[in-house]
């Protein structure tokens, strides 16, 4: 198969043609040619005004509810709301049912992604059933293709199992991924502690839980000299610690929410259950020193935390609705939304989360594998239903005025478009 870029401006800073606009041809899934003007024919041939190109981006942490939870989401679904978001690489947490706890449960999530558009990359669970218990079969999963372990949505309650686990990892030279939560601290809280949970009369989970969780895990990370990577992220305290400890040459990095880039728990006044998440939205304070964070490069790169559910977990009392959004088709319009640049993403999701996470890097250049996502970064559009490719629409940001739409993928020999 043959495909055509036309007219496509680069943006890769390890590109030798980064910021040109470029002619790209890819036969057999790899770049042949780079020039200004290419005539030659191709199977298919994608034009598009202001087209760009950039190295396939990397999901570090979503739900695709399969196996178990197949009515939610499958791994099909979930491919395809991954390319149509851009994203040629997902990286699956363990949460399903069974849990993604032993080689033939990572087997299974590797051998099904194989003929997908995007390439699955399945999460370990630190331990067995994600209970905080006992270590899982680590080693043997690395073995069978997981590229990191964590327990997913459920926060690693032991220290001293936590410490266990870097240690294991080393050996391997893998990383740890924790959503930092102390479920000692309020753990009965639906959103953020503050002014809003109390005019709403909702329970509050306070941003210490979170906070001095990050804390006590860098100890760790520092004791261990192992790599602990924090995802969702969402106070600016919690950023300082992260701060404090990379300018102390800990291996430790973060990822943030494209969704706590955007909201805050004010957003919360007419109990949208759409934004009932965990982490919960913080205050608009929180909120902009996520987003100083990101333009900054503190923050290492934006997870989605796509978490599907079906109509009757979120059409009901808050309550009684679950936690979470889906959030692949919509994560690039999010953050452009909030001007983060076109450099800052692609050096984010394109280079530094698979350098992370020992993802191959992918490159604009001749001769190289086609691992590539095109988009127009600065075209605005309204979200819609019709941008979902999830079997689940619980979204926030239906209705929402976006920039920065995906035209589509092209991994190997594998092209997606959108309509």
């Not at 300082?240 to 728990?265: M, N, Q, W």
């Amino acid at each position: 198969m043959k495909v055509l870029l036309r007219k496509a401006q680069i943006i890769d800073p390890q590109s030798p043609h980064n910021g040109q606009v470029k002619d790209i041809l890819i036969q057999k899934g790899i770049i042949t040619e780079i020039a200004d003007a290419i005539p030659a024919e191709a199977d298919t041939i994608i034009e598009d005004s202001a087209l760009q190109v950039s190295p396939g981006w990397v999901d570090p942490f979503a739900n695709f509810c399969d196996p178990g939870f197949e009515f939610k989401e499958t791994l099909d679904s979930g491919a395809m709301a991954a390319a149509a978001g851009g994203f040629t690489h997902v990286m699956l947490i363990p949460n399903t049912q069974p849990v993604i706890h032993s080689k033939s449960q990572v087997e299974y999530l590797v051998r099904k992604g194989s003929s997908l558009p995007v390439q699955l990359h399945p999460t370990g669970a630190v331990s067995r059933n994600t209970e905080g218990k006992e270590l899982a079969e680590m080693f043997d999963m690395h073995d069978s293709g997981a590229v990191a372990f964590g327990d997913g949505l459920h926060s690693i309650q032991s220290a001293g199992l936590l410490m266990k686990a870097l240690q294991y990892v080393k050996s391997f030279d893998s990383t740890i991924i924790q959503v930092p939560d102390d479920k000692s601290i309020g753990a009965h809280g639906l959103i953020n502690e503050g002014i809003i949970s109390t005019r709403l009369g909702l329970p509050g989970k306070p941003a210490m839980s979170e906070e001095i969780m990050v804390a006590r895990d860098i100890k760790l990370a520092r004791y261990t000299q192992s790599r602990l990577h924090f995802t969702g992220v969402s106070t600016k305290k919690s950023l300082e610690y992260v701060r404090r400890a990379k300018d102390g040459g800990i291996a430790v990095s973060c990822s943030v929410t494209p969704y706590h880039l955007y909201f805050c728990d004010e957003d919360l006044l007419n109990y949208d259950t759409n934004l009932k998440l965990d982490p919960p939205l913080r205050t608009a304070a929180d909120r902009d020193a996520l987003l100083q964070a990101v333009k900054e490069g503190l923050v290492d790169c934006v997870a989605t935390h796509h978490q599907p559910h079906e109509w009757d977990s979120k059409v009901c009392e808050f309550e009684y609705a679950k936690f979470g959004m889906i959030g692949l088709e919509s994560c690039f319009g999010v953050v452009r939304s909030r001007d983060v640049s076109v450099a800052q993403w692609v050096q984010m999701n394109g280079i530094r989360a698979r350098q992370l996470f020992n993802i191959p890097l992918a490159r604009v250049a001749k001769g190289e594998q086609a691992d590539l996502t095109l988009f127009n970064a600065d075209r605005e559009y309204q979200f819609t239903e019709k941008h979902i490719r999830s079997k689940s629409k619980n979204s926030p940001f239906l209705g929402k005025s976006l920039k920065g739409t995906v035209v589509g993928i092209i991994n190997g020999e594998k092209l997606y478009l959108n309509n």
